[in-house]
């Protein structure tokens, strides 16, 4: 990786400085500046010069920057630190400059009496040219790594975010399973005593799901077909337990069963609906199920007689891992909702965006 960097970075330095040999080199030819042998031997000499220098010397400070670690201080810090460093190698630039310019008789006729009496004020003077070249240099550098840090920054927080919803999703999932087996295996234990033959059916049953639960378990969707094979089960091993008091109804479109939901979603809402509604019944009820297509969502509603109790089913385990969850998966693009529809009737509703769409 840092190989690709480093060739990337000479790869601009030379683009850069390239063009300043060409733009350089059309407008003295504009100007016939390169009429006479020795003018165009000046020429080229200042320019082999001034493009050796600025190649160094834009290495060197790239070399300072990265060592004084300016990149990774506050903007403030920064300014000044591009400020000081693009100054001084302004100067010792043009120092060298004027040294090997006036070395190998490259001068100009008006920088030579300069550069015999008061050199200083030549090197000054050279010194400004050199900031002007120096100080893009630096600033298209920082602009390149800022840009650069910006687009890491927001990687490493859309994957920091995306580590935070895995997590959270595999932790309300984790405390789902439990959940559902602590039931299951009150369900059995009930059956022991009364029926042995039935318990082993149950054991049978629970069997089944918990095979199908941890399939489903390892990715955060599962088609609904899967998910209905595991309510299938469940509601097997329930019927166990309330036999005619239990009765299920389905209302199921064939073109929703490959629709994405999350898994153990649905067996959850079953689960809410018999432990809140039909367990408290003497006469017990149904519990129905419905799967369709609803706009540009997917509807999955679950009814089952019986009563909110003034919201107290709200409040559950079950509900609020279903809102955390689609909260999580989907965003404010989900709906659940759960309502007395009848004076015997509960139901509770999920829309998602319809995948097959």
């Not at 160094?56 to 070399?63: G, V």
């Not at 067996?267 to 609803?294: C, M, P, W, Y």
């Amino acid at each position: 990786m840092s190989r690709v960097k480093f060739s990337r970075y000479w790869a601009f330095q030379a683009a850069g400085w390239g063009v300043f040999v060409l733009i350089n080199t059309f407008f003295a030819y504009s100007f016939n500046a390169l009429e006479r042998p020795e003018d165009a031997e000046q020429f080229i000499g200042r320019l082999i010069v001034f493009i050796f220098l600025g190649l160094f010397f834009t290495h060197l400070m790239r070399f300072v920057i990265i060592q004084l670690n300016t990149l990774q201080k506050t903007f403030d810090k920064q300014i000044l630190q591009f400020l000081a460093i693009t100054s001084f190698f302004s100067v010792a630039g043009a120092a060298l400059y004027v040294f090997l310019v006036g070395r190998f008789n490259w001068l100009k006729g008006n920088e030579i009496p300069y550069y015999q009496n008061n050199p200083f004020l030549l090197i000054l003077n050279h010194a400004f040219l050199f900031f002007i070249y120096f100080f893009p240099w630096v600033l298209i550098y920082f602009i390149y790594h800022y840009v650069a840090k910006s687009r890491k920054q927001q990687m490493d927080t859309l994957q920091l975010e995306a580590l935070v919803k895995s997590l959270e999703l595999q932790t309300i999932k984790a405390h789902i399973n439990p959940h559902f087996i602590f039931n299951a295996l009150n369900s059995i234990r009930a059956l022991i005593d009364e029926n042995p033959i039935r318990a082993r059916t149950a054991v049978t049953e629970l069997s089944n799901i918990l095979r199908s639960s941890l399939k489903a378990e390892k990715g955060e969707t599962v088609s609904f077909q899967e998910e209905l094979k595991i309510v299938k089960d469940y509601l097997a091993l329930e019927h166990i337990r309330f036999e005619d008091r239990l009765r299920v109804e389905y209302q199921v479109d064939e073109e929703t069963l490959g629709c994405e939901v999350p898994p153990m979603m649905l067996q959850t809402l079953v689960e809410n609906a018999i432990k809140h509604g039909i367990s408290k019944l003497v006469k017990g009820g149904v519990v129905k199920i419905i799967s369709d297509f609803r706009e540009n969502f997917y509807e999955l509603v679950v009814q089952n007689t019986g009563q909110l109790n003034g919201g107290a089913r709200q409040s559950g385990f079950g509900l609020s891992s279903t809102q955390d969850r689609l909260q999580l998966l989907y965003g404010e693009k989900a709906r659940f909702e759960i309502r007395q529809v009848n004076s015997d009737l509960v139901e509770a509703r999920i829309l998602i965006p319809n995948s097959l769409n």
